[in-house]
C-alpha cells in the first residue's frame, strides 16, 4: 500500500529530509529545558544508564510503529489507524491510538508555546544585559515578574504561534522541509559551541563525573520510572507527530535505520545539554537539583556572572527557542493534515485557524502563571495535588493520554496488523525484525503500562503495601 500511495499533503524530498524533520519533533524543551533538571534531582549517572537502556528498549520500538503507522496509511493519524485496522479486518476504534495522539499534542502545543515563548523573551532579556551583575534573589524576582505579567506571556506566545503558522502554512516542502533544513543545522552548531564554552570556562570534569558516573544509592524506584517515562515522552511518541512525518515518508527509506539514528541524534542533544548546563552550574557553585527554574532562574545568575555571559548566554537561549520551534511545527502538523483532509480547508487556513485556537486555548495557562483567582484551585487526582489549568492540561496529557496512546500504539502494530504488513512496511533483516516484534509485543506494552501506573499513583500504593 505505501508504494502505491502518497500523502495528500506531500512527501519528504528524502531519508535526510526526514531525519532532520522527525530528530526536530523530538528535540524540544523537554531535552534542553527538562532533562537536565530532572537528571540533576534524580542522582545523575545512575539515571541516565537507566533513560539510555529505555530510549533502545522502549523508544525504538515505539517509534518504529508509529513511523509504521503513519507510511502505509499516508493520512493524520486517527485516519492512518483506522485504515490499517480495516486492512487488518479489526474494528475501527482501534483509530483511538490515532486520535489520541493528535488531540494530545494539540493540548500540548497550548501551553508549550507559552513555555517557548519565556524562552524567546530572554533571549531579548539576556543580549540587553539584563542579568549582569545582578544577584540570584533579583533574577529570580525578574522571572516571578515575568510569570505574573499576562499580558506579557500572550504576547510572546502569539510571537511562537504566528511563527509556527506561517512555516507550517507554507507546505511540507516550502515550510516544514525548509525550516527543519535551517533550525537543526543551526541548533546542533548553537549547542556544540555552548558544550565547548562550557568545557573550557566551566568545572568540566565535575559534570562529566556527575553525568557518568553512577551512582545507584541516589537512584529511587520513582527515579527508574521517572527515566522510563521521559524517555517516552522526549522521542514524542505517542502525540501524532512521528505518525505523520512518517506519513511523508518515501517507501524505500528504512524505519528501522532511520528511527535509530532519530533516537541516538534526540539522545546525544539531551546529553550535549547536560554537558552545556552542568559545568556551568558547578563552576558557579550552584546546585544542579534546581528543579524548572534551573535554565530560567540558575543558569541566567552564572551568565551575569561569567566572562561574555551576555553573548554565550543570548546564543543559548536562541539555541532553546530553536529547538522549541521545531517540536512546535511537529506538534501542529497532525491537527492541520486532518483539518485538510476532512474539512476541505487550504492549508493556510487550516494552520491558521488551529493557531489561533491554540493561542486562545492556552490564556489558560497564561492565567495559571500569573495566578489568576479564577485559573488557580485545589484538586487532588491519584493523589497528585494539582492547583492551576495548566497542571489540569499538563497531568492530563503527560500522566494520561501520552502513556495510555503509547500502550494501544504498541498493542495495535504487535497484535492487530498482520505480521506480512509490517514485516513489508520495516524491511528490516529477520534478526531486526524478530527483536522489534518481541519488544512492541511483549516488553513495551508492560514497560509502558507502568509508568502509566506509576503516574497515577497505582504503583506507587501497591510498592508501599508491599513494603517496598
Not at 187 to 199: D, K, P, R
Not at 410 to 437: D, H, N, P
Request: aromatic letters at 14%; a positive charge; proline letters at 3%.
Amino acid at each position: 500500500m505505501s508504494g502505491a500511495r502518497e500523502s495528500v499533503h506531500g512527501m519528504w524530498s528524502g531519508r535526510f529530509a526526514f531525519i532532520l524533520a522527525a530528530t526536530g519533533a523530538a528535540v524540544g524543551l523537554g531535552n534542553i529545558w527538562k532533562f537536565p533538571y530532572i537528571m540533576g534531582e534524580n542522582g545523575g549517572g545512575a539515571f541516565v544508564l537507566v533513560y539510555l537502556l529505555c530510549i533502545v528498549l522502549i523508544g525504538i520500538p515505539v517509534m518504529m510503529s508509529e513511523v509504521l503507522i503513519g507510511r502505509r496509511g499516508r493520512q493524520s493519524p486517527g485516519l492512518s489507524v483506522k485504515t490499517l485496522a480495516q486492512e487488518a479486518s479489526a474494528s475501527t476504534r482501534w483509530q483511538i491510538a490515532g486520535w489520541s495522539g493528535l488531540v494530545a499534542s494539540y493540548l500540548i502545543l497550548s501551553f508549550y508555546a507559552v513555555v517557548a515563548g519565556w524562552a524567546l523573551a530572554y533571549v531579548i532579556k539576556t543580549a540587553r544585559g539584563d542579568f549582569q551583575g545582578v544577584g540570584a534573589e533579583a533574577i529570580g524576582a525578574q522571572f516571578g515578574a515575568h510569570l505574573a505579567n499576562p499580558w506579557v506571556l500572550m504576547a510572546w506566545s502569539a510571537v511562537i504561534l504566528f511563527v509556527t503558522v506561517y512555516v507550517v502554512g507554507r507546505g511540507v516542502h516550502k515550510g516544514l522541509e525548509k525550516a527543519v533544513n535551517f533550525l537543526m543545522p543551526s541548533l546542533f552548531v548553537l549547542l556544540g559551541v555552548m558544550a565547548i564554552y562550557s568545557a573550557t570556562n566551566g568545572a568540566f570534569g565535575e559534570a562529566v563525573a556527575f553525568m557518568f558516573t553512577p551512582d545507584f544509592s541516589k537512584l529511587t524506584i520513582n527515579g527508574v520510572l521517572l527515566a522510563l517515562g521521559h524517555a517516552f515522552f522526549t522521542l514524542s511518541l505517542a502525540s501524532g507527530a512521528m505518525i505523520i512525518y512518517g506519513a511523508y515518508l518515501p517507501s524505500n527509506v528504512s524505519i528501522a535505520k532511520t528511527s535509530m539514528l532519530i533516537a541516538l541524534v534526540d539522545t546525544a542533544v539531551a546529553m550535549l545539554a547536560g554537558l552545556a548546563i552542568y559545568p556551568l552550574v558547578f563552576q558557579y557553585g550552584l546546585t544542579p537539583a534546581e528543579g524548572p527554574g534551573l535554565i530560567f532562574v540558575t543558569l541566567p545568575i552564572a551568565f551575569g556572572s561569567m566572562p561574555f555571559g551576555t553573548f554565550f548566554g543570548t546564543l543559548f537561549f536562541i539555541m532553546l527557542v530553536f529547538a522549541a520551534f521545531t517540536s512546535a511545527i511537529a506538534m501542529i502538523e497532525s491537527t492541520v493534515a486532518w483539518l485538510v483532509e476532512r474539512k476541505g480547508l487550504s492549508r493556510f487556513t487550516a494552520t491558521a485557524a488551529t493557531g489561533g485556537s491554540l493561542w486562545l486555548l492556552g490564556l489558560l495557562t497564561v492565567f495559571s502563571f500569573s495566578g489568576a483567582s479564577w485559573a488557580t484551585f485545589e484538586l487532588s487526582v491519584f493523589g497528585k495535588s494539582i492547583s492551576s489549568f495548566f497542571e489540569v492540561v499538563d497531568y492530563l496529557t503527560s500522566a494520561i493520554m501520552l502513556p495510555l496512546g503509547g500502550l494501544v500504539i504498541a498493542i495495535f502494530t504487535g497484535w492487530v496488523m498482520k505480521k506480512k504488513i509490517t514485516q513489508e512496511e520495516l524491511q528490516t533483516s529477520a534478526v531486526m525484525y524478530g527483536i522489534w516484534r518481541f519488544a512492541i509485543r511483549w516488553f513495551t506494552p508492560v514497560a509502558v503500562a507502568i509508568v502509566f501506573l506509576h503516574l497515577i499513583g497505582v504503583l506507587d500504593r501497591l510498592l508501599r503495601l508491599l513494603g517496598v
